[in-house]
């Protein structure tokens, strides 16, 4: 089976852990490049996540660090949701591990020239290296077979009331990329608010193994849905998409990012009906079959040690 090649940029985050976990067994994904950025929490704090999650895992994943704030704006996060760590819950060991001295835009671009074919990157955090790296190498995007995000939605927010967060943090980088021309997979929360794992599975996950017990652990201190109703795993589901795209009806829409409105900011305006008649940028997920990605999401972790 050829392997779809993969740069995850993520801000781990304890449903980007869960999304990591994803991304690096599935057998149908080659991650070559993990690459951080600042959203969830501070950008040391999710670097040095990325590094704890495969040393956790014994993986000898290239890690570099990306941008600190936003390109315009002060910095946001989300510890009341992740805890201040941005994992909180699990103990994870001492390590050695270090980033490479590259920052993660000139990463990118790095393992795209190495590549001899296009690869696909996958952003589940604001978008901020994606558009530094645009900004920097225009000439990438012919090396980038597609854009996947988790981020946006064509309805209400969940930062601001018409915003969610991974847009809402830096609406100026998003713009940028919305823009760019890259073929993009939008997974935003009109399908990531019912990617739910329902509380049984989760009650079951100390027992299927190490990787198990450790995301039940950062589950129990994760605030986007309870252990008892069901925990929304939004990042997953751009891995999800990578892997199991029949999971998912999407539309090609013409999507914009809102940057300056006083209440707006970061709300991504999807033109579902073409009121605007202009040309398709994106294709936004809009439906998900829950029980086949909760089905896809105990096969994936259970493939894990």
């Known amino acids: 089976m050829s ?6 940029d993520t801000d781990p985050g304890i449903d ?26 501070g950008i040391e704090k999710t670097t040095r996540n990325a590094l704890q999650l495969l040393h956790f895992w014994n993986r000898d994943i290239p890690v570099a660090r990306g941008a600190a704030s936003p390109l315009v704006r002060a910095p946001g ?14 103990a994870f ?7 490479l001295a590259l920052p993660a835009f000139e990463a990118i671009y790095q393992q795209l020239q190495a590549s001899d074919e296009p690869l696909t990157l996958v952003a589940i955090g604001p978008l901020t290296n994606i558009a530094l790296l645009l900004i920097q190498y225009p000439d990438c995007v012919a090396k980038i077979k597609r854009l996947v995000i988790m981020g946006g939605s064509a309805g209400r927010g969940n930062y601001t009331p018409n915003a969610e967060f991974n847009i ?30 329902d509380p049984l599975y989760l009650a079951q996950l100390p027992e299927i193994n190490r990787t198990g017990k450790m995301l039940h652990a950062l589950f129990s201190h994760y605030r986007s849905g309870s252990m008892s109703r069901g925990l929304k795993m939004h990042d997953l ?9 029949e999971l998912f009806t999407l ?17 991504t305006v999807v033109d579902i009906e073409n009121r605007l008649k202009r040309p398709a940028n994106v294709q936004v997920a809009l439906q998900l079959d829950v029980a086949g990605f909760q089905a896809w999401v ?3 972790i259970a493939l894990a040690p």
């Open 3 to 8: 392997r779809i090649p993969v740069i995850l």
């Open 16 to 41: 980007d852990a869960a999304a990591i976990a994803a991304a690096l067994f599935a057998p149908q994904l080659d991650v070559r490049l993990l690459t951080t950025v600042a959203g969830n929490v």
């Open 77 to 90: 996060d989300a510890a009341s949701v992740h805890g201040e760590s941005g994992m909180e819950g699990y």
């Open 93 to 99: 060991v001492e390590h050695q591990r270090q980033p």
């Open 168 to 197: 809402a943090i830096d609406p100026e980088a998003a713009a940028k990329v919305f823009a760019s021309g890259l073929e993009i997979v939008m997974c935003g929360l009109d399908v990531t608010n019912h990617a739910l794992l």
């Open 237 to 245: 589901c751009a891995i999800a998409w990578l892997v199991k795209p």
């Open 251 to 267: 539309q090609p829409c013409f999507v914009a990012v809102e940057t300056h409105g006083e209440y707006t900011a970061g709300t």
């Open 298 to 300: 105990a096969q994936v």
